[in-house]
């Protein structure tokens, strides 16, 4: 069992840049594919970033590519989602999620949620 608890989210102007963090319990933190995803209202949650058990490797939504990071300290049970250069279309609730075994990147195969952090890009 997982629980995760994200922080970091609030409003930025265009162009500017946020720190996602998302907490995690447990000692088997370091086990868990860990990701981030995001949904606008009225739109499903999408896939944003993901990265596996030792911050090896990552992957991202090519919306985000070039811009945002995520990185991950097992030390201290913590993923992080730095997001620069923020666009108003990245406005959304920003949920981490974690999951046993590799990487995918639909929501439906991940199985621990935290409750979402609100990120709002002004024009």
């Known amino acids: 069992q997982v629980q995760l608890v994200e922080s970091g989210g609030g409003l930025v102007q265009a162009g500017g840049s946020l720190r996602l963090s998302c907490a995690a319990s447990?000692?088997?933190?370091?086990?868990?594919?860990m990701g981030w995803f995001r949904q606008a209202p009225g739109k499903e949650r999408s896939f944003v970033a993901a990265?596996?058990?030792?911050?090896?490797?990552?992957y991202y939504a090519d919306s985000v590519k070039g811009r945002f990071a995520i990185s991950r300290d097992n030390a201290k049970n913590t993923v992080y989602l730095q997001m620069n250069s923020l666009k108003p279309e990245d406005s959304a609730v920003y949920y981490c999620?974690?999951?046993?075994?590799?990487?995918?990147?639909?929501?439906?195969?991940?199985?621990?949620w935290g409750q979402g952090t609100q990120v709002t890009v002004s024009s």
């Open positions: 447990g000692r088997t933190f370091s086990s868990y594919v």
């Open positions: 990265i596996n058990w030792s911050g090896g490797s990552t």
């Open positions: 999620a974690a999951r046993y075994g590799r990487i995918l990147y639909s929501a439906t195969y991940y199985d621990y």
